[in-house]
């Protein structure tokens, strides 16, 4: 398995050093290879991910659905970093996680990619200014002003800056994550269930928000969820079903995605 | 009430520190009493070798009780009565006892005996065994103990100088004695009967007649017997009483020991109470939620404060354990402290009684659950439901009944402590001791409420130096104030302690100098080398020599002693009137009372005599163990602080009613013109044979003063360093909760790009905090109190107030730095955590 591992790191080592032809016109924020998650120990290992072959493209909205169970989340946090492949390999940009240490892997997680959980977002001793600006701070970087007033603005979040997470309603919280997400510039954000616990009216706000991000700055999201109308918002979904890549959808609509969803058992 | 209890039991791991916490606290305690006991054992074991074989002993009667820290002085029993006891039917065998001071000196010159223990020169008895060699024989010969020669090198046939304190001589070596248990002697030299009596001045005298019984009558008995025969000022008691009296006096000098340490103790459990406390506060807090299951569940609250308590119980009975254990280590430790100290303490191997068990457990028990008892209350007056939707642990105390609390307290505690310091009235301690645990309620109280700003300014250099990971830690520490503050506080109390001990250490050095500066006119002081024993002083040889030492313009010299007035053993200082006031400048009117002085009278301090309502003129009852009752006139009183007891005679007097013939101290002043240099060397010159004696200069009587109090201040300090140790443990242990409670934070930081390095630094940054708030509340806490002891101690001649700045700056430092070690484990752990579990904990 590990020559396998490490075979597939070098050709796509070599594959972006040669500038090999993609076959993307733009090329994967991110990407999957044959990624393959156990679980357990070999008699009752449960394979979360089966082998997922996916690129996200960049500048690109994407959501991942299925059913509980269906490995979409496994495969978020694999992307992040925070958990690592059996075999198989992930990369962001031109980054291989697997080849990446503890300390690496930890600056890679602050410099270029952005989070959104679906709940515990946010410090609780912090304000909301100084929660967006964290991952910065961690950095002992400044945040650019500009940009930072740009993004609070398009948050709408400029008269709660100095509230603590304890007097921001829910969707008021979200938000605050979104911006964190958004104020470094990420290469990628990677969303969990973002709108899990909102109503829908906060979720819609965020949702738009996010949608906004894209079109407006180009940022590429990858979200996790099972809510076709939270997955309608992106510009392609990914279903995931049993630790496999079963299907994909552009331009979705919330109808479309629901039947989909409905074919999956989901 | 299992079911329960099984909750408590699953955070095993997070209640160890407040076990450590307790262990540490009861080890003192149990250090304690092992160590007393065995001291104990052992004073009764060497005591038990001291009667010999004799089962009776005749004495002259003491006139009037001992201090409590020595036997009573007896007159001499004449040389005559021996015969005549040995004539007394049932007496096998009387013989001869005599004791007194003889120094071994080696072939450098230097005393053989260490640590300033006496030196006793015997006759020889019946009791008498030798390892080698004879019973000395003629005026020419000794016998020394076995472990003497075997640490001066000496063989048989040697000649070895022995110092008297009327002369000097050379002996040959002809036996070595066994080495007893002896705890009062460090060398021991015996010559026959005659040579004894006439080289320690005793002619015609003995200390005391040891008689031997026939067989088949009973020790009692035949002491019923002698004293049916026996003139009225002697007295006949068993061996076994003489040594039972032996061993309780040297117990007794040591009385005060367990006091002291228990004192030390009790701090050590209040600043483990502290830790208890904000634990279970904290354990209870995070388990609001199961506990309010469990109330909605149908447990009553006394059922739930129950589980809470049996919890404590368990904690405080494993850590006493472990504590109880940990005291035979303790009682070493502390033997090698009080060595340090300057006492040197018997040891055989450590007595462990089951009472030193009991004692321990039932105290660290004890204080456990009395600390867990205001959070088992709180956890159960949350309400339910309230609970389960997540709200914290129970309402806490509000602001306001806070502030109202603790300026009540501090008030109250200000103003007792100020009455103390200022009234100046005859128990000044009691009211500042009282006044300061008043102003340490209020602040224990009204800390949470400064807690939060007073982290964010300890707090500002860490952040400007280390960014972002100690702004997180400041925040974490601003949080929770009442968390921030009583881990604290518990801090607070063992760096209080140690700077207000620095301060009075300072302040008493500083005092003493003083002293000397303004008073010693004098310009050498000789005392007896080392601590001085029972019988070492400076013997009345070397005062003869200093008068004829060329230079030497002025020798004069005191004496002390003990006496009665009402049965009460009183202490008394001689001097020569002529001279004195020349070495030792006091007020006018002191001095002028000891020029008037002559041998029929007595000095006493001005308030003794007021206690006593005696007027100049009126007659003192003065009992002397010599020479009985003897009416002194009261020719003046005296005030100054200088002199170190309440009375004070003429050397005529002393000599007339002491057999004692040691100076405490004698000073000399050089004749005009004579260089300070030049004349130690002559004096050295001089006193060539006598090493015993140390000769100091006014630099040397201050840096002897000084060595002084720093021999009590190293082990107080030491002592005081567990409860400082036991709040730092606090403060790791407060961390691992706080870091068990906010896992899901330290996820999110990772997640977010959080390297380990700075979670780690994040979490030492907190614990810096905390030490550095519990140091900066304990300096300035000593600053006060210091004041406030310095104050009230003036009339026991505290009359400078120093702040050792540096030292308490460096306390202060070294308590921030340990609040940094305190961090690291609990930073460790926190690193340690799976980004990916963390974030997704329940916590």
Request: net charge neutral.
């Amino acid at each position: 398995m590990a020559m396998l591992l490490s075979a597939n790191a070098t050709q796509t080592d070599t594959q972006t050093q040669t500038g090999f032809p993609r076959l993307v016109s733009t090329a994967p924020a991110a990407r999957a290879i044959n990624a393959v998650k156990l679980y357990g120990t070999a008699e009752t290992s449960v394979r979360a991910l089966d082998g997922v072959d996916v690129d996200f493209a960049s500048g690109c909205f994407t959501a991942i659905m299925g059913p509980s169970g269906s490995g979409k989340s496994t495969l978020l946090h694999c992307l992040a970093g925070l958990d690592t492949l059996s075999s198989g390999a992930i990369s962001i940009g031109d980054t291989i996680l697997g080849t990446l240490r503890e300390r690496q892997l930890t600056r890679l997680r602050r410099d270029r990619i952005g989070f959104i959980f679906q709940a515990f977002n946010l410090l609780p001793t912090l304000t909301a200014a100084e929660n967006i600006t964290l991952p910065l701070a961690l950095a002992g970087r400044k945040p650019d002003q500009a940009w930072f007033d740009t993004v609070v603005e398009v948050v709408g979040l400029r008269d709660r800056l100095n509230h603590r997470p304890a007097e921001l309603s829910g969707g008021q919280q979200q938000r605050v994550a979104a911006a964190r997400a958004l104020v470094c510039r990420p290469e990628i954000i990677l969303a969990d269930e973002p709108t899990g616990n909102l109503d829908s009216k906060a979720g819609g706000e965020l949702l738009a928000f996010m949608r906004r991000a894209v079109d407006g700055f180009g940022q590429t999201i990858v979200m996790v969820t099972h809510d076709p109308v939270a997955a309608s918002y992106a510009d392609r979904i990914v279903f995931l079903a049993d630790g496999k890549v079963v299907d994909e959808m552009f331009e979705p609509t919330v109808e479309r995605a629901i039947d989909h969803m409905k074919q999956l058992g989901g | 009430m299992r079911r329960l209890l099984r909750g408590a039991l699953s955070q095993g791991v997070r209640l160890f520190g407040t076990a450590l916490a307790v262990a540490l606290a009861v080890t003192l305690v149990s250090g304690t009493f092992i160590l007393t006991d065995t001291i104990d054992a052992a004073f009764h074991q060497a005591s038990a070798d001291t009667g010999g074989s004799s089962d009776v002993v005749i004495r002259s009667t003491a006139l009037f009780a001992a201090q409590a820290n020595s036997l009573p002085e007896r007159e001499p029993v004449p040389q005559s009565l021996v015969e005549k006891i040995a004539a007394i039917p049932g007496v096998k065998e009387a013989w001869a006892a005599i004791q007194g001071y003889a120094e071994l000196v080696d072939k450098q010159g230097q005393a053989i005996a260490a640590k300033g223990l006496p030196t006793v020169g015997s006759g020889t008895t019946p009791d008498v065994t030798l390892t080698a060699g004879r019973a000395p024989t003629g005026p020419d010969e000794v016998a020394i103990d076995i472990e003497t020669a075997r640490r001066a090198g000496l063989v048989l046939g040697d000649k070895i100088k022995v110092l008297f304190s009327g002369s000097t001589q050379e002996f040959t070596i002809g036996g070595f004695l066994q080495a007893a248990g002896d705890v009062v002697a460090s060398t021991k030299a015996v010559f026959d009967s005659v040579t004894a009596q006439r080289m320690l001045g005793v002619e015609g005298q003995v200390d005391a007649i040891p008689v031997r019984a026939e067989s088949g009558i009973s020790p009692n008995e035949l002491r019923t017997r002698i004293n049916a025969v026996l003139p009225d000022q002697y007295e006949a008691v068993t061996t076994a009483q003489v040594e039972r009296e032996s061993a309780e006096s040297w117990t007794k000098a040591v009385a005060f020991l367990p006091t002291a340490l228990l004192l030390f103790a009790a701090v050590a459990l209040l600043v483990g109470a502290f830790i208890i406390c904000n634990t279970f506060s904290i354990l209870v807090a995070q388990r609001a939620r199961e506990l309010a299951l469990l109330r909605s569940l149908g447990a009553s609250r006394a059922q739930l404060t129950a589980s809470v308590l049996c919890e404590a119980v368990a904690v405080g009975f494993v850590g006493s354990l472990v504590g109880v254990v940990a005291g035979f280590g303790a009682a070493r430790g502390l033997l090698a402290l009080f060595d340090r100290m300057g006492f040197e303490l018997p040891s055989t191997s450590a007595v462990f009684l089951p009472r030193t068990a009991a004692i321990g457990v039932l105290a660290g028990v004890a204080v456990t659950v009395v600390a867990a008892l205001a959070p088992a209350r709180r956890c159960t007056r949350v309400a339910p439901v309230g609970a389960l939707r997540g709200a914290d642990g129970g309402r806490t105390t509000s602001t306001q009944g806070r502030l109202v609390l603790g300026a009540v307290a501090g008030v109250a505690g200000l103003a007792t402590l100020l009455t103390g310091v200022l009234s100046g009235g005859n128990r000044p301690l009691v009211a500042v001791g009282l006044g300061a645990v008043g102003i340490l309620v209020s602040i224990a109280v009204l800390t949470p409420l400064a807690a939060t700003p007073a982290s964010r300014v300890l707090g500002a250099p860490l952040v400007r130096v280390f960014g972002e990971s100690a702004f997180l830690g400041r925040e974490n520490a601003m949080r929770s104030p009442r968390r921030t503050a009583s881990t604290a506080a518990a801090l607070m109390i063992g760096i209080g302690l140690v700077g207000v001990v620095a301060i009075l250490a300072a302040s008493v050095k500083a005092s003493a100098g003083r002293t000397v500066d303004e008073s010693l006119r004098a310009d050498f002081v000789l005392t007896p080398a080392g601590l001085g024993g029972a019988v070492s002083g400076v013997p009345p040889v070397v005062v003869d020599r200093l008068r004829e030492t060329p230079g030497v313009a002025t020798v004069s010299e005191i004496r002390g002693g003990q006496w009665g007035l009402d049965g009460r053993t009183q202490t008394l200082l001689a001097v020569d009137p002529t001279t004195v006031t020349a070495m030792h400048a006091v007020d006018a009117d002191s001095a002028a009372a000891v020029r008037r002085l002559d041998d029929k009278g007595v000095l006493v301090r001005d308030t003794v005599a007021e206690r006593y309502g005696w007027r100049i003129g009126d007659s003192v009852p003065m009992t002397f163990a010599r020479t009985g009752t003897k009416k002194m006139v009261l020719q003046g009183t005296f005030s100054t602080t200088a002199v170190r007891t309440d009375f004070v005679i003429t050397l005529g007097a002393h000599k007339a009613n002491y057999a004692q013939i040691f100076a405490l101290e004698v000073d000399v002043a050089l004749a005009a013109g004579v260089r300070l240099a030049d004349g130690r060397v002559a004096i050295e010159q001089a006193l060539a044979d006598y090493p015993v004696v140390k000769i100091m200069d006014h630099g040397e009587v201050l840096a002897a003063q000084d060595e002084q109090v720093d021999r009590l201040l190293v082990p107080v300090t030491a002592l005081l360093a567990l409860s400082v140790i036991i709040a730092l443990l606090g403060i790791a242990n407060t961390l691992a909760l706080s870091i068990h409670e906010r896992t899901r934070e330290v996820g999110l930081l990772r997640a977010l790009g959080m390297a380990r390095r700075q979670l780690r630094s994040m979490i030492r940054s907190e614990a810096v905090i905390i030490a550095a708030l519990g140091a900066a509340m304990g300096i300035a806490v000593a600053l006060f109190f210091g004041w406030a002891l310095v104050a009230s101690m003036r009339h026991l001649g505290v009359t400078e107030l120093v702040f050792p700045i540096a030292q308490l700056g460096g306390l202060a430092v070294l308590a921030a730095g340990a609040g940094m070690v305190a961090g690291i484990l609990p930073a460790r752990k926190a690193a340690s955590l799976e980004v990916l579990k963390a974030i997704s904990s329940d916590r």
